[in-house]
Nanobody, 120 residues
Framework: QVQLVESGGGLVQAGGSLRLSCEAS??????????VAWHRQAPGKQRELVAG???????NYVDSVKGRFTISRDNRKNVVFLQMNSLKPEDTAVYYC????????????WGQGTQVTVSS
């Protein structure tokens, strides 16, 4: 079982930066057997995967955030970060952290989400 808690959201002007954190509590296993991803959902839109990271640090990003967002993880502290730079109003959404076993399957563990609002 994995419990995830996000933090770091807030209100920022366009062009600004935020860093989101996702703290994981793992029972019956270790954090490194899970892949983690940040997703977001804007009002009236489908949830989308923004950035993902494997246990060894391999990453993937949706095209709209490439070059602006960076995902990283600290396996000693069970934390995953999302550094968001050059924020745009279209980045406004609730951001969720999610985890899945590295061997495959759906993202079955989710945090409660943190609101990011970018003003123009």
């Amino acid at each position: 079982q994995v419990q995830l808690v996000e933090s770091g959201g807030g209100l920022v002007q366009a062009g600004g930066s935020l860093r989101l954190s996702c703290e994981a509590s793992v029972s019956g296993g270790i954090f490194t057997v899970y892949a983690v991803a940040w997703h977001r959902q804007a009002p009236g839109k489908q949830r989308e995967l923004v950035a993902g990271i494997g246990s060894g640090g391999s990453t993937n990003y949706v095209d709209s955030v490439k070059g602006r967002f960076t995902i990283s993880r600290d396996n000693r502290k069970n934390v995953v970060f999302l550094q968001m730079n050059s924020l745009k109003p279209e980045d406004t959404a609730v951001y969720y952290c999610a985890a899945r076993p590295l061997r495959g399957g759906d993202y079955s563990y989710w945090g409660q989400g943190t609101q990011v609002t970018v003003s123009s």
